[in-house]
């Protein structure tokens, strides 16, 4: 059946798995996009295209868990070189502030244009007459203008989940024109921050050419995209209603129990990314206990960190430096039954992650760069009594919106402990005032709220701008 609601996204809400009886079967993924789209795609009875993860191909489309799903099949050449080449290790640290070495390879490049037509096309054959399709993220930025050119018919929403860089980053990319283009072939460019949008609309100014006014671009071919903020959220009510379930308290309890009561639990939940600034965290945390400030007898650090891109060369590395630092820390300053860190490199089902948001008394985050970040919004959701601190970098879109949480420059080691101590010491009222605001923030503004505000926004009226431009020149 013609779909009227097409999501594209790199990745499907679910992965191939074998499952236990040696059959394949499916299972839900984790990550930030999934938890945000999947919602909106129930609401709407849409249909998803993406690639399930692995090199199985010629998968037929099917209906899991009442979602209608278009899996699209990927060789391992196009897993290494559009995936966890340009994808992962071209674009994810240029837009990240390079916060690791990007690095540019022609091949990989023509991979990502070749894989990009691979997810138009498909997306042209099953859309209905003059549906919506909206596009998600980094892996995609070519859709839009590929789609547009098969299908004039369809109204096309972008949306970009990571950071969008300042120019003077973005310029390096050798085929800046081409991405910046690509996305000009939407209606609409969602990003998480108004700084974002404004990289873009300036990019296209002086890299493209076209006239822009505020978030409007105009096209020499008469039509006009705009370029704003969505900041995305949770199912804030969902994360609530779970983290207040019997069994989630029964599980909470039994963690803390595990941990051997301790008087106060530090949590950090991250994919194991270069970006999250796990390393600075841990560190920091361990000079406070090597200070004598926090006493590992009354106080443990519980590190989640969830396999991500295990097969790229950085978050190997990243991964070693992890696994050095824990066991350093912990057999310097831990006890017997006592570690300073309990470290856990593996991902959990979310009622595990709700039972950990509702155990720990501080919850730290610290990217040194993040589109939103979902999990801090996530604890705060989780904290239904109005207790425990957020520690929140100032570098993660969520610190726009939880202005209440001890905010943190991730680079200032010495900021960070300080942030650190006084979450921990806080008193009772203190935490109370600061998490009523926080929780009234996210209630508000919950993912239903930022799909229905992008979905408005892009099946809004259309006109032709009517304006004589030159052509654009070439930068
Ligand atoms: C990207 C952007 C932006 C994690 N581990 C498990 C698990 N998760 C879920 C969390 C949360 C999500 O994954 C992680 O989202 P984040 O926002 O924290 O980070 P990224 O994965 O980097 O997401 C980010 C996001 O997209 C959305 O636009 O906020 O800035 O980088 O929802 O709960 N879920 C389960 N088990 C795990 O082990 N079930």
Redesign the pocket.
Known sequence: MPAHLVIVANRLPVDRVELEDGTPGWRRS????V??VEPVMRANDGTWIGWPGGTESDLAPFDDDGMHLVPMSMNAREIEEFYEGFSNATIWPIYHDLVAKPEFHREWWDAYVSVNHKFAARTAEIAAKGATVWVHDYQLQLVPQILRELRPDLRIGFYL??PFPPAELFQQLPWRRQILEGLLGADLVGF?MPGAAANFVRLVRQRVGHKTHRDLIYLPDGRTVRAAAFP?S?DAAGFEELAQSEAVGVRSKAIREALGNPAKIFLG???L?YTKGIYARLRAYSELLAAGEIDVEEAVFVQ?A?PSRERVEQYKILRDEIDRLVGRINGDLGRIGRPAISYLHS????EE?AALYRAADIMVVTPYR??????AK?YVSCRFENDGALVLSEFA?AAAELRQAWLINPYDINGMKSALLEACRADPKELTRRMKAMRKTIIQHDVAAWAESFMTELSGERFAHGKTLRPAEQA
């Open positions: 984790p990550g930030g996009l938890s945000a989940h990571i998480q995305i949770i939940i991250d994919r990314d989640v969830v991902s959990y089902p979310r992650m993040d589109g939103m970040n979902l999990v996530e879109g």
